[in-house]
């Protein structure tokens, strides 16, 4: 599976501030007893009390990928210019390629467990709020924090890029909007995770770069295929899909199968 686990995680965070682009924002309003801070995208904390994300969604769609090597812009905007294209092609390219190994001994809490705020190295660990929630603030608009919280989201709109699909997202439906591992748990375990220490599979595990939350369904339909396999439905998105698969692959030094490879760069124009 791509492990869009829908656990919850912790809410750490009791401050009424809503941080954008590295400048907090009083006035958090109560309502319906959650606190509504007006975020519209890109509202995190970063480590440490930092700021950190990035700026509000400049659009519906968000970031092209290739502007957001670090995955901490929210959103995945479509490729389509040439140009892009041939800058995704090479990117693509760089990728090793070799078959896919045995599942043997893999489990979900070889990653350690899911959404942990501990997992150094990468953005916004250790910033008093689970990895879940740090998503869904992140790539959420019109967000809403339960009462005394700017971590627990409990509604919020978003635009899943992998179906082209607005979803009106409340928390007592968790399971509608899941986090899906871009590069799944299983893959990376096969191509190579299962020989490395526990802190880079917890980096893997909770890395901004390789986390998407989406459809809930659509993740599910996901499982750990790689995209030789799977695809999001939504073909405008496939290019960027592929780019985001590849940052991911390239940042931890994972190969991919050569089918998977092929895929990639015919996606993007090859």
Known sequence: MSHGDVSQGRGGCVSRWCLRSGVLHGG??????????GCTGGGLPGKSGSSGGGPSMPAKYGTSPLTNPDGTKPGLAPIAAEKDEATARELI???PAKGRGPKTGYDRDEFGYAWMDTA???PLARNGC???????KLHGRNVEFRAGSDCVVVSMDLYDPYTGKDIAWKKAEAAEVQ???VVPLSYAWQMGAA???KEKRQRLANDVLNL????GSTNSAKR???PASWLPPNKAIRCSYAVRFAQVALKYELPVTSPDKSVMLHRCGA
């Open 28 to 37: 958090a309003v109560l309502v319906a007893g959650t606190v509504l801070a």
């Open 93 to 95: 390219s760089e990728l």
């Open 120 to 122: 150094d190295g990468v």
């Open 130 to 136: 689970d990895t879940r929630n740090d998503l869904l």
């Open 179 to 181: 986090i899906d591992h």
């Open 195 to 197: 020989r490395w220490g």
């Open 212 to 215: 998407l939350p989406v459809s």
């Open 224 to 226: 750990d295929s790689g």
